[in-house]
């Protein structure tokens, strides 16, 4: 059975205002996309950080040479082939979420803000597991998995049309 650890830190206050029981949000959407992986290890841990977008623009020009905001960031630390550390509990990595870039987006496509953060939080723990979306093969395995994680949540394929049977 596998014992996963996910801390919320919420650097940004505007999250809880905006999104009810954010913290709770978070942690089943990180926990449902770690089962659904069949990747995660027996003892993980996760950390998300709900930050603001001055935090997230800062983090993606350090680390990634691109001085702009974006809605999600994945800083794993988990590598699925590397040997074993022998650490009882994994740190598989951060996921860290811009509010105004996610709440805009959100805005853009009609989505409600809890469902959209649910789609980034699923979407950044894939990465940290070790999915990706560089070529279109992996990137079809990986939006595969976020649908069918976000289908068995209640929430609608971010990449297509709404499905059917909702209202």
């Not at 059975?1 to 959407?29: F, G, P």
Request: hydrophobic share 45%.
């Amino acid at each position: 059975m596998t014992r996963l650890t996910i801390d919320v830190l919420v650097h940004e206050t505007a999250w809880r205002d905006a999104v009810a029981d954010v913290e709770q949000v978070c942690r089943r959407a990180a926990l449902a996309a770690a089962e659904a992986s069949n990747r995660i290890p027996d003892a993980a841990e996760i950390a998300i950080v709900l930050a603001d977008d001055a935090e997230v623009r800062r983090l993606n020009r350090d680390y990634r040479g691109r001085d702009a905001p974006t809605d999600v960031l994945s800083f794993a630390a988990w590598d699925e082939f590397a040997p074993k550390s022998g650490a009882d509990v994994i740190p598989l990595g951060d996921v860290v979420i811009a509010f105004g870039t996610a709440g805009a987006d959100a805005t853009a496509t009609g989505t409600p803000l809890d469902e959209h953060l649910t789609h980034l939080v699923v979407h950044g723990t894939l990465h940290l597991l070790g999915y990706d979306h560089i070529s279109d093969s992996d990137a079809a395995v990986m939006e595969g998995l976020e649908i069918a994680v976000l289908e068995r949540m209640g929430i609608d394929d971010p990449y297509g049309s709404p499905h059917s049977d909702r209202t």
